[in-house]
């Protein structure tokens, strides 16, 4: 299996020397993410995916959000529960790298995740099931 790494976007530096100290406890490889890597698919970016032909520049709507790769829910469980020991402040956008998520890129992942949290603080389904009505 490939080694763990924690893909972070947007993370202020004072928080990515937080980060940084977590990932080194748990042994996890730490990569922030550069804007110009926005475009990459999420997978090309920790090694599973090929990266992606050079776009033309464009503004790519992203904001902090941390990406788990090569790590099972237990790993991430951990990463959690280190993270409330060390008093690192959470991160409210964060998913696992899946085969579908691998081919997205930063603002589709980003987009979808901060939609998915929308509903679920509003209490509805992130994509409800058409029923007729």
């Known amino acids: 299996m490939s080694r763990p790494v924690?893909?972070?976007?947007?993370?202020?530096?004072?928080?990515?020397?937080?980060?940084r100290f977590l990932c080194m406890k748990l042994g996890l490889l730490l990569?922030?993410?550069q804007a110009e890597d926005f475009c990459q698919p999420v997978g090309a970016l920790c090694g599973v995916k090929p990266r992606a032909e050079a776009e033309?520049?464009?503004?790519?709507?992203?904001?902090?959000?941390?990406?788990?790769?090569?790590?099972?829910?237990?790993?991430v469980n951990r990463f959690?529960?280190?993270?409330?020991?060390?008093?690192?402040p959470p991160f409210p956008i964060k998913a696992?790298?899946?085969?579908?998520?691998?081919?997205w890129n930063a603002a589709q992942l980003y987009a979808e995740l901060t939609q998915e949290?929308?509903?679920i603080?509003?209490?509805e389904a992130a994509h409800?099931?058409?029923?007729?009505e």
Request: aromatic share 4%; with cysteine.
């Open 80 to 88: 959690l529960t280190v993270q409330k020991q060390l008093r690192v």
């Open 6 to 19: 924690v893909l972070a976007y947007c993370v202020p530096e004072a928080r990515l020397s937080k980060l």
């Open 121 to 123: 603080t509003s209490g």
């Open 96 to 103: 696992i790298l899946t085969p579908t998520n691998a081919d």
């Open 56 to 75: 033309a520049e464009k503004e790519l709507s992203v904001g902090e959000m941390l990406v788990f790769c090569h790590m099972d829910n237990g790993a």
């Open 117 to 119: 949290r929308a509903a």
């Open 128 to 132: 409800p099931q058409e029923n007729g």
């Open 31 to 33: 990569k922030p993410v």
